[in-house]
């Protein structure tokens, strides 16, 4: 769930342009930077944007039998890093704006924000913290995805919250109407990321070893262990 | 498996404004080979989706031995124990890490225990000849390898009828050769055998009966007259097969020409001598 | 057009396809911006009118299109305006209440959201992905930046159609019958996306090496038509409506 | 273009413990047509990946009017403008939105001016007849559409010998009747054109001479005598062409005989009367 196109007051689309700009503009850096030295990593950044995006596009099932779709940016955020996700996510919802009407270019800071920032680096945090913990790693990898789709969810509500606060209940009452409404909803969804997250993994080590190999993946839970 | 008689009635497919089936009659022959003939683009694919009832037509209806198909859960669930689609594309149909897990993916599905879904892979395997397979994974095997392994998953299901879409494509002749051994496997294990193809050299060889698709609609009719009729073939994007060219230009009748043996045998009699 | 994404093919057959980016970003951007400045009546209503008439006319949508494209926003616009309109307290027990404050914002938000989703289709319907990419790196988008963006759009289309073939060929053997198997399905389903957007990464890779690929995939952009006609009926447009929207309740 | 003679002497390539090339030797006639035909996996792919300086033979080499293939930086950069593979998935090669963004891809990276660019793309989509094609997107596309892009794609590179892998793969015949349309205009536009295929009633047809890959190694010679040798196609693993199997049935000697119209002329003095 996205905001939609002009949904939000002018003021709020500028400044939420200006908090996700410094996040956006420093995983580009890092893009750039991998782009020059390893100029095959392109077509690999490419293949994890249109998985991303793909990702967002298909259907999940709930655990109330609902459907909706998944966020990704947790697994995104374990595989390829938040700085990474950040920009990533920012063509994956351009994309979604102009290709799926899903989303909007007005709304693209919020929800810069929301999907590309807050997501991927609650999901990444929590994937490191377990990792540290030495718990293993399909309570990091479900924390992770689980966290990353609740976490975007709760931003989006805040984000809303503050664009409409309630004429009753002010912004209290605001946020807790569209956490109400969203993210709610969203909890069995999340949880059925996060479980989908760990047969993912589980099936990806099986088959994708050197490819995780590639990315650090392998690397990163060893090195948090450490 | 018992037989089951597939049938297609006034079928329409239409696609946003794209008429891509008109009006298709078709009725699959129990036990038999039936091949599909039309060019790409000609609506092949969508007739067998349609038929596994992966595709709701807009007008017409598929049944079952003469009961209409049910595109509800539990109806569209029973229609899959019938029916069974192999995609052209084995990568399209074949997600699991290794053989056996993929062709397990189905008979578990159907909720059985675990030592009837062993046994529906083992026979699966076995009718294919690829019992050596079963550990496998799947992106060391060869194009033709995943291809059988694709039938496999399709054929642990247990469906009367199995639908190929374009089994022959990209193999070469020994890769040919064995996909019809597993072709004659499933036919001696009772399965009805239809396959969609633009390969008329293969299809008049192999099938017992041929249906052309033209502008979205079905001719359905023996190999050989069908396919040495060259308004048929033309107005299907075909061409006629190489033994039934002969033929004509020979001046000889197309019935009972199927391959290089018959035609040599329909002109023998013509010839002055044994050469 | 086979992973029916409605826009992209809209996009990519509009006659407007042709018209320079320039031309086309000061008339839709111009109007998005109208939407979400000006007050929503009349400004926001001026907006929708014009962009409808735009997609209708000229940019050549057609209504069924148009309705196959839209109907994903304007339900989200209706829960969230639903959620604007209906108000909590929770000061004496949880109370629903729909007040005159917040149905005024309810409907202000309607129609504003309405007319920024309609602009926005102006330019999503008229401009393929590419030729967006091509004038972000006009600006000054670094290449590498531009170069992803673009690969990862043309991965989308062949991904998406993998996606769809799994899932068909998953639900044919019933890989969707409950919620276990949905499950183990849908895990399935995305590990092999995975690999496959791997797996076509590299082969691309190795494809574009014999054709002189080292350290950019760079090409020439096709010609363009600009207008200054064009260009200045846009800008008179956009002042039209910001003067009428902004003398409207001096007017009145 | 000017004619360059591309060959390859003692080529041997080795993955790892698997010999796919094993001394094989090959000199592709000037101007021609070139068939070079082998089983799946018997290293057609390899052989042309090598040809096209992509792979580089664990012994042996490739040269350019007797000269041999400099593996450097500048040398491969040539050998581009010499020789140009077209691989068998279209979508290995296809990056861009557009045709005319992704055929100008080659000649931009030959640090060609705009104009010349664009005069290349123009004359790759001409003699390939896509020019009404140019500004449509890859991605809605035919398959054979798409592979002719790929050709005009390795085309704009101008190269004076095009290796073509599988070309008519996964083609109806209307697709093969375009794709033989183009490597006509390829030829009469004095490109050499080598094709790998395991597609044997096309090659005989189509080559002018034929090369056999059997256990790493090369046969060359001529259509009608190799592929009518049932002892080499036994054991390259492929089959003799249909009408060469006719011919043989009848009697006939194979030479000279590469498809229907031809082999109906050899026969008719052996008939009693026409039918």
Known sequence: MHIAEGFLP??????????????????????????????????????????????????????????????????????????????????????????????????????VFSMGIA???????????????????????????????????????????????????????????????????????????????????????DVAAPELRRLGVFGAAKEAVA | MSHRQLSAHGLSVRFGERTVLADAELSVPRGGRLALLGANGSGKTTLLRTLSGAVRPSAGRVQVDGVDLDYGRAGLRAHRQVVQLVAQN???????????????????????????????????????????????????????????????GALAMEPCVLLLDEPTAGLDPQGVDEMVAALDALLAADTTVVIATHEVDFALW?????????????????????????????????????????????????????????????????????? | MSHGLALDHAAWSSPWRARSLRDKGVLCLGLLLAAICLPPVPGGAAVAVISLALLLGPIRVGWTRLLRI???PLVSILIGVATVAVSVSWADGLRLEVTDAGTAAAVQLAVRALAATLAMFTLACSTPMIDLLAGLRRLRVPDPLIEIAALIYRFSAGLLDSASAIHAAQDARLGFVNRTATMRSASMGVAALFLRSWDRARRLEDGLAGRGYTDALRTLEPARRRS?????????????????????????
């Open chain 1, 10 to 111: 002018v003021i709020h689309c500028v400044a939420w342009y200006a908090v996700s700009a410094p996040f956006v503009i420093h995983g580009a850096r890092k893009v750039i930077t991998e782009a020059k030295e390893h100029p095959e990593s392109r077509l690999l950044l490419a293949a994890a944007g249109a998985f991303t995006f793909v990702l967002s596009s298909i259907k999940l099932p709930s655990v109330t039998g609902s459907s909706s779709h998944p966020t990704g940016t947790g697994l995104g955020a374990v595989l390829f890093r938040p700085p990474v996700m950040a920009f990533l996510s920012t063509i994956v919802l351009l994309f979604q704006a102009l290709l799926l009407a899903h989303g909007g270019i007005t709304t693209l800071g919020a929800n």
């Open chain 1, 119 to 205: 997501g991927p680096w609650v999901g990444y945090a929590l994937w490191t913290l377990s990792n540290r913990l030495g718990w293993h790693r399909n309570v990091g990898v479900f924390l992770a995805l689980a966290f990353a789709d609740l976490s975007t969810y709760l931003v989006t509500s805040v984000q809303l919250g503050l664009a409409f606060p309630d004429p009753v209940s002010g912004l209290a009452g605001s946020v807790a109407k569209f956490a109400g409404v969203f993210a709610i909803s969203q909890v069995p969804l999340a949880i059925a990321e996060g479980i989908l997250g760990v047969l993912v993994f589980r099936l990806l080590t």
């Open chain 2, 90 to 152: 084995p990568d399209d149909q074949l997600f699991a890490a290794d053989v056996f897990r993929d062709v397990s993916f189905g008979p578990l599905n159907l909720g059985l225990t675990e030592v009837e879904v062993r046994a529906r892979v083992d026979r699966a395997l076995a009718v294919l000849s690829i019992e050596d397979l079963a550990e496998r994974p799947i992106h060391e095997l060869s194009f033709g390898q995943r291809k059988r392994v694709a039938i496999a």
């Open chain 2, 206 to 275: 192999w099938a017992d009966s041929v249906a052309v698709l033209r502008d979205g609609r079905l001719s359905c009719g023996s190999g050989p007259e069908l396919l040495g009729d060259p308004e048929v073939v033309a107005s299907a994007r075909l061409r006629r097969p190489i033994v039934l060219q002969v033929a004509a230009a020979l001046g000889l009748a197309p019935s009972g020409i199927t391959e290089v043996s018959s035609l040599v045998a329909a002109l023998s009699p013509h010839l002055v001598r044994k050469l």
């Open chain 3, 70 to 72: 839209g109907w994903l």
């Open chain 3, 228 to 252: 200054s006609g064009f260009l200045a009926g846009s800008v008179l447009l956009l002042v039209a409506v910001t003067a009428t929207a902004l003398s409207w309740p001096v007017t009145r």
